[in-house]
Structure formats: C-alpha cells, structure tokens
C-alpha cells in the first residue's frame, strides 16, 4: 500500500522513519518510537489504528528484516490487527531481558540526578514512555499512579503532599505538581535551579490501545 496522499490545506506531518529491526533497533523504545510515530502519522490524514486499512500503512514504513516479519504475519491465517502485529515484532525482535531491563529504568527515574532538577513535566513522559514500551499489563495503573510522587524533587514532593489524597488520580497528581512546580519557581520558592530536560524523543506517546 502506498503512503497517504498529502493534503495540501492542511500542514506537512513529516513521515515515519522506517524500522529495519536489526541491530539497535532491537529495542523496547525503538519499537515504541516506531509505532508511536507511524499511529500520528496516519492519523494526520484521519486513517486510525484500528481502520481495516490501517495496518498495510504500517508494513508501508518496514524494511529488512521488518518486513519479512511485517510480510509472514500478514499471510497468516485469522485476523490481522495492528495490536497483532507489534506482539510479533516485540516477541521476535527484543532479547527476553528487554522487559526488565526497561522496568528497572522504569523504577529508576528521578526527577534530580547528578545535582541537575529537569521539569516535573519531562519526568514524567520519561515514566509514561517507559511504561508504554513494555508489554500491555506489565506495570498496571494502581503502581503506576504513586511513581510521579516517588520520582519527584524532594522540595517539589513536599509541596505536592498536603494536596493530594489516597483518591487522587495519576493525571490530577500530575497537575497539582505542574501547578506547585511553576509556583515555586515563579516566587523563587526553591532558589535558582539548574534544570534539564530527560525526556525520551517521540516521548508523547498515544495511549496504548487495548490488546485485542
């Protein structure tokens, strides 16, 4: 199938790059990047995942290796998804120690490292990006919901606590420390810090689709 056909009324959304799935590309946030980029990409043309035609857009941006997968899993008997196609990816090219691997990161984000704060923002698309590269149900919503809280500066944490409650949620705790965050800098409330940002590229990520 051949890529979607630009709308010249609309902006260009630059195209996917193409996943080989050889060498470094064997790797939990390399596939993530890939499928997350491929999703935005044909949804700017108002093609989602779950159309019927939406999964030959993905074999359209697979080369090598890749597209020999992409291609027996295609000719395989019953349905074919997009969801089905990304197990066989993940199964095929991640070593069996990619899982852990990226959960360890996963449990090792701080928002401080080295004497260097990043923005409580860009710590947490690391943990959500994280989170999203490993396979559907690996880390559930209940453990993830407290990770932003433990990751936090230990200044920003003790601003956030007196306003959250066991009923917060994961966004609304999220919020609450973007505000206290930008309250803090903005009164100069925890001095001048040197921040960076720890963001994983093509980190805003699609919410992962239920696996069917």
Known sequence: MSVPQDDTSRPKWPAPFFYTGGGKERDPLRINSWFNTVHRYISSFEIQYTDPEALQYYGAYCRE???????????????????????????????????????????????????????????????????????????????????PLDAMDIKLKRDVKPHITSDTSFDELVVIAEKREAIAHSTGLHGTKNQHTNAVSNAVTQPRPNET
Do not use: C, H, M
């Open 65 to 147: 290796k890749a597209l020999e997968k992409f291609t027996q899993y295609d000719n395989s008997q019953g349905a074919k998804t997009v969801n089905g196609v990304r197990r066989k990816f993940e199964e095929y090219f991640l070593p069996s120690t990619s899982t852990d691997t990226i959960y360890e990161q996963w449990l090792a984000v701080k928002q401080t490292t080295n004497g260097k704060t990043a923005q409580i923002t860009d710590t947490v698309i690391t943990l959500e990006t994280l989170r999203d590269s490993l396979p559907a149900g690996t880390i559930s919503d209940y453990s993830a919901k407290p990770r």
